[in-house]
C-alpha cells in the first residue's frame, strides 16, 4: 500500500511521527525538523541507513532511541554502501520468498561531513551502481559534532574551529562544494535542494526522490545555532534567508542535465544582500570588520556569479 | 534440521581447483544472497569466478561491485542487518582499508563470512604472502582460521556460515588461505552436491533484522555506561566457538568424513620438540617432520586452524610435556618483546610450572620461499638452544641481516 505524502497542516498532525521528542539533539537545531519533514513524504516501510553524525548521537544514546523506523548505523563514512547492501539483500531475499514487503523505501542520510567529505567515495559509488537509495544530506555546514570544524560544506567568510578568523585570515577561504551538481553529474535520476522553511516544497521533492527508480539526492539546508552562533527561535528564518541571499538556491535537476528552478527561488526579483545573513550569526562577524572589506566583496560577487549560472542553467533569462 | 547422510561416492564431483576457485566454488554452492568485494590480488580469482557463476545464472545473489573495501565491508554489515546471507573477500590493503568496519561486524554480531587470501602490508608494496594482514585484525572480534590445502579451505568455508550463524556465536569469521602459495596453487579437490550444501547449512533464519514491522535501531550510541557490557558479550559469543565449532564439524563429518578440529596433531604423542605454525607451512613442517623421524628425531607439528579464539587449554595439553616449541610464524610485530604466534602461546604456557622452551622463528615475510630446509634449520637451532637452556626471544630466519 502506498500512503500519500501530508502536504497540508491538517494531513501533517495525522501523519505518524518518525522521531520522538525526548531526543538530545541541540535546540533550535533544524535536523529534527528535516527528518520529520522527511517523514511526512514516506509512502511505506522504510529503512534508514545513518552516518555517525549530531543527528545519530543525540537519537539513539543506548539504551533509548528516538527512531520509529528500523534504524542503523555503522560508521562516519559509509551511509551509503550500508543502503546498498540492505536494498541488494531485500530485493533478492524478495525474490527467494524471505522478505514479505512488496516494497520497502531505503533512505541514507548523512551530515554535511559524512556526505560532501569523509562519505564522498561510497556516495559516487552508490550512484554509479544505481541502486534504488534515497540519499540525504543535512548540510549545517561545518562538522558540527566534534566541535564546528570546517568541512567541503563550510561557506567561504565562515569561522570555525579549523578555519578562525584571525589577524591574517577571515575565515575560511575557499568555495563551497557544488555537490548537488557533483552527484547531478552522475547522471542521477532526480536531485533537489531544500530546507526546513519551505517546508511542502521540501515534501514534495521529497516524494520525488522516493517514486523514481534509481538514485535520488536531497540536500537539505540545516541551521545549526551552536556552531552559527544564531538565535535558536531563528533557525527557519535562517534556512529562508539563506535561500533568499542566493547561498542554498532552491532547484532540482533531473537525469543530471535538466535543470528547474523551484518557486521560493523563483519568485525572488533579486538575491538579497549577504550582509543581511552573515550579520545574523556569530560566524560571520568578522567579516564586518574594515580589513575584510574587499574579501567580502569577492565572496558577494561570487554568489552574484553563481547565481546568474544557475538561473541559465534553468531556463531563467 | 535434517539428518546428516555421508554422501556417496557418485555424487562427488572431483577437480583440480586453486585455492581461490575451491572457495569461490564453496561460496556458489552456500546459496548467497549477497556478495559485496572489491579486487585485490590474489584474492581476485575468487570474486571473478563468482561473478562469472553470477553472470550465467548460476547463482541467485545480488553482488555489489563497490567501489571500495571499506564499502565492501560496510554492504555486507547492511545486508547482514536485513538477515541476508553474506560474503566479501579481500587480503592486505584491502582488509587494511576495511579496518573500521571489521570492528562495527563483529560488535554489530554480523555472521559475514570475509576469506581472506593473505598477504604481506606495504610498503614496501609486495602482493606476496605473509600473515600480517589478518594478524593485525586479531583483536577486531572477528574468528579467525587458517587452512592449508584447497580442500580444507572449500570445507571450512562452508562450516564457517553455520558456525557464524548459530545463535550461539554470531560473530563474523575469517577464512584464510595463503596468498598465491595457496591461492593459485592447483589441488584436488571434492566437492559436494549443492543440494547436500544447502542442507547442511538451512537458510540463515537471522537473531534480529532490520523489519518495517518491528523496527529496531541498530549502531547506536552506547557511552561510559554500556559500551563494556557490549565488548563483555562479544566475549561470551567467542566463548562459545569451540563448542558450536565441535558441532559443525561433526555434522561435516557424518557428510564427508573429514574433519579438522580446532588445531591438528601430527606426530605429537611421543615428540620431545613440537613445531607449531599453520598454512601453507604446516604442510611443510609436517613432511621435514617425516624425514627427521625417519632419522630418529622424536619431532612433531601441532598446526592451529583456529587463531581466534585462540584454543588455550587444548594446546596446553599437546604440548605441556615437551622439551621445546618452535614456532614458525610469517609476521612481525614491530617493537613487541615477540611475534603474535609465540606471544599466544607464551601466554598459554606460562601458568605451567615445568614449561617447554619456547623458540620463535620469523620466515616468509613478503613472500620469501620457506622451504623444508627452513624447518631443519630451525629444528637444528632449537636442539642448540635447548643444550644451552636458554633461547632468544625471536629471531628472524631467512633473511639478509
Request: aromatic share 8%.
Amino acid at each position: 500500500m502506498t500512503e500519500p505524502a501530508a502536504l497540508k497542516l491538517k494531513d501533517m498532525l495525522k501523519k505518524p511521527e518518525i522521531l520522538t521528542s525526548g531526543h538530545r539533539m541541540c535546540a533550535g537545531c533544524a535536523a529534527p525538523t528535516i527528518v520529520k519533514l522527511m517523514g511526512m513524504a514516506l509512502r511505506g516501510p522504510t529503512i534508514v541507513c545513518e552516518v555517525t553524525g549530531c543527528l545519530e548521537v543525540a537519537t539513539t544514546i543506548y539504551p533509548y532511541t528516538a527512531w520509529k523506523l528500523p534504524w542503523i548505523h555503522v560508521a562516519f563514512e559509509n551511509a551509503a554502501a550500508v543502503a546498498s547492501g540492505v536494498i541488494e539483500a531485500v530485493d533478492v531475499m524478495r525474490e527467494k520468498g524471505r522478505w514479505s514487503k512488496e516494497h520497502v523505501d531505503v533512505i541514507a542520510i548523512g551530515g554535511d561531513g559524512g556526505t560532501f567529505d569523509i562519505g564522498f567515495g561510497a556516495i559516487s559509488g552508490m550512484l554509479e551502481r544505481g541502486h534504488d537509495i534515497v540519499y540525504m544530506c543535512y548540510d549545517n555546514g561545518a562538522y558540527q559534532n566534534t566541535g564546528i570544524q570546517r568541512s567541503g560544506g563550510t561557506f567561504p567568510g565562515q569561522e570555525t574551529t579549523t578555519s578562525w578568523a584571525g589577524k591574517v585570515s577571515p575565515g575560511k577561504e575557499q568555495r563551497k562544494k557544488p555537490l548537488a551538481e557533483i552527484v547531478a553529474a552522475h547522471r542521477t535520476p532526480y536531485v533537489a535542494t531544500v530546507n526546513p522553511y519551505h517546508h511542502r516544497d521540501f515534501i514534495t521533492k521529497f516524494r520525488k526522490a522516493l517514486e523514481v527508480e534509481g538514485p535520488a539526492f536531497i540536500h537539505a539546508f540545516s541551521p545549526c545555532p551552536r556552531g552559527w552562533r544564531s538565535q535558536t527561535g531563528k533557525s527557519m528564518e535562517l534556512a529562508k534567508l539563506a535561500m533568499e541571499v542566493g547561498l542554498h538556491p532552491l532547484y532540482e535537476i533531473f537525469n543530471g542535465t535538466e535543470y528547474k528552478m523551484s518557486g521560493p527561488s523563483r519568485r525572488l526579483k533579486e538575491l538579497r544582500p549577504l550582509d543581511d545573513y552573515w550579520k545574523t550569526q556569530g560566524q560571520f562577524k568578522h567579516l564586518f570588520k574594515p580589513e575584510w572589506a574587499d574579501f567580502k566583496k569577492s565572496l558577494q560577487e561570487q554568489v552574484n556569479d553563481d547565481w546568474e549560472i544557475l538561473k541559465k542553467k534553468c531556463g531563467i533569462e | 534440521m535434517t539428518a546428516v547422510k555421508r554422501i556417496p561416492k557418485d555424487q562427488i564431483a572431483i577437480e583440480g581447483l586453486t585455492g581461490d576457485a575451491a572457495i569461490a566454488h564453496a561460496l556458489k554452492q552456500c546459496d548467497l544472497d549477497v556478495l559485496a568485494a572489491y579486487p585485490i590480488t590474489p584474492q581476485t580469482i575468487i570474486v571473478e569466478d563468482y561473478q562469472k557463476f553470477a553472470a550465467n545464472g548460476e547463482v541467485h545473489c545480488r553482488v555489489i561491485p563497490v567501489e571500495s573495501e571499506h564499502s565492501a565491508m560496510s554492504a555486507c554489515i547492511g545486508a547482514s542487518a536485513v538477515g541476508a546471507r553474506v560474503a566479501t573477500a579481500s587480503a592486505s590493503a584491502g582488509l587494511a582499508l576495511m579496518w573500521e568496519i571489521l570492528y562495527c561486524a563483529a560488535s554489530m554480531r554480523m555472521p559475514i563470512i570475509f576469506t581472506v587470501a593473505n598477504r604481506a602490508l606495504s610498503g614496501p608494496i609486495n602482493i606476496h604472502n605473509d600473515w600480517s594482514d589478518t594478524y593485525g585484525a586479531r583483536d577486531s572480534g572477528f574468528i579467525q582460521i587458517y587452512t592449508q590445502s584447497c580442500q580444507e579451505a572449500y570445507d571450512t568455508t562452508i562450516m564457517a556460515f553455520k558456525i557464524a550463524e548459530d545463535h550461539k556465536v554470531l560473530l563474523p569469521i575469517m577464512v584464510c588461505i595463503d596468498g598465491f602459495i595457496l591461492s593459485h596453487n592447483v589441488e584436488r579437490v571434492e566437492m559436494l552436491p549443492t543440494k547436500a550444501v544447502e542442507n547442511f547449512l538451512g537458510v540463515r533464519e537471522p537473531f534480529i533484522k532490520l523489519d518495517p514491522d518491528n523496527p529496531i535501531t541498530m549502531g547506536p550510541l552506547a557511552l561510559t555506561d554500556y559500551y563494556f557490557e557490549f565488548k563483555e558479550q562479544q566475549e561470551r559469543a567467542m566463548e562459545a566457538v569451540p563448542e558450536v565449532f565441535a558441532q559443525v564439524e561433526t555434522d561435516f563429518e557424518k557428510m564427508t568424513g573429514r574433519r579438522y578440529g580446532m588445531f591438528e596433531e601430527y606426530r605429537t604423542d611421543d615428540a620431545e620438540i613440537i613445531i607449531f605454525t599453520h598454512s601453507t607451512p604446516g604442510g611443510t613442517a609436517k613432511a621435514t617432520v617425516d624425514v627427521l623421524r625417519e632419522k630418529g628425531e622424536k619431532v612433531g607439528v601441532l598446526r592451529l586452524r583456529m587463531f581466534r579464539p585462540f584454543p588455550t587449554k587444548e594446546i596446553v595439553e599437546v604440548v605441556k610435556n615437551a622439551k621445546a616449541v618452535i614456532v614458525f610464524e610469517k609476521c612481525r610485530s614491530f617493537g613487541a618483546p615477540s611475534n603474535p604466534l609465540a606471544l599466544e602461546l607464551r601466554t598459554a604456557l606460562y601458568d605451567l610450572e615445568k614449561r617447554p622452551m619456547v623458540v620463535d622463528f620469523v620466515i616468509g615475510l613478503g613472500g620469501r620461499d620457506c622451504p623444508p630446509t627452513t624447518i631443519v634449520e630451525g629444528y637444528e637451532k632449537t636442539k642448540e638452544y635447548l643444550k644451552k637452556g636458554k633461547a632468544p626471544l625471536y629471531e628472524t630466519m631467512g633473511v639478509r641481516k
